[in-house]
């Protein structure tokens, strides 16, 4: 079944640009669409954005002037760029396959990202 | 676009049932048949309980159930098992082509 697994840098200094990838395995990047979504410690979930394996793209309007999500079908993956971070986008990363353009039925299981100098 | 509402907690004994509440406007909940429900143990990525309101992914117990009424969208689970403690979160297409979520529901198995 497809499998997600998200990869980068656990700690990113502030101002500086957040740098994620979700690789998609056990299955084809092509035909949907792909989302990152975000966690704060102890707080609920917050949806980025979306990426359709063509490149089309729509972010969460609180951050869009932030965030590019590009896809690489090539690679099987698709990734997130987070620029100008500041302690508030320290959070647990999640990328998920958003089916239909609007229920993520499958998960990453996350990676953290600290934002600290 | 502003998170859906959840209420913060619900609670309930083994083998009750309980409903959480997820309110929007017409332009998400009210506006489309596309909410859905996730499930959060500690620890873990969220899991797909509910898709388009009240539709069931293959493997999930049918004791989950949804519903929505207007601008309200409802996660019914029934005969509470010890399992079922979590923290929960509804989702909402929205008229903008985003996803919104709300801000999440702990339930307690008393």
């Known amino acids: 079944q497809v499998q997600l697994q998200e990869s980068g840098p656990g700690l990113v200094k502030p101002s500086e640009t957040l740098s994620l990838t979700c690789t998609v395995s056990g299955g084809s990047i092509s035909g949907y669409f792909w989302s990152w979504v975000r966690q704060p410690p102890g707080k609920g979930l917050e949806w980025i954005g979306y990426i359709y394996y063509t490149g089309t793209t729509n972010y969460n309007p609180s951050l869009k002037s932030r965030v590019t999500i590009s896809v690489d079908t090539s690679k099987n993956q698709f990734s997130l760029k987070l620029s100008s971070v500041t302690a508030a986008d320290t959070a647990l990363y999640y990328c998920a396959r958003l089916s239909a353009g609007r229920f993520m039925d499958v998960w990453g299981k996350g990676t953290t990202v600290t934002v600290s100098s | 676009q502003s998170a859906l509402t959840q209420p913060a907690s619900v609670s309930g004994s083994p083998g009750q049932s309980i409903t959480i509440s997820c309110t929007g406007t017409?332009?998400?909940?009210?506006?489309?048949?596309?909410v859905s429900w996730y499930q959060q143990h500690p620890g873990k990525a969220p899991k797909l309980m509910i898709y388009d309101v009240s539709n069931r992914p293959s493997g999930v117990s049918n004791r989950f159930s949804g519903s929505k009424s207007d601008n309200t969208a409802s996660l019914t689970i029934s005969g509470l098992q010890a399992e079922d403690e979590a923290d929960y979160f509804c989702s909402s297409y929205t008229s903008s082509s985003t996803v919104v979520f709300g801000g999440g529901t702990k339930l307690t198995v008393l």
């Open positions: 017409s332009s998400d909940v009210g506006g489309y048949n596309y």
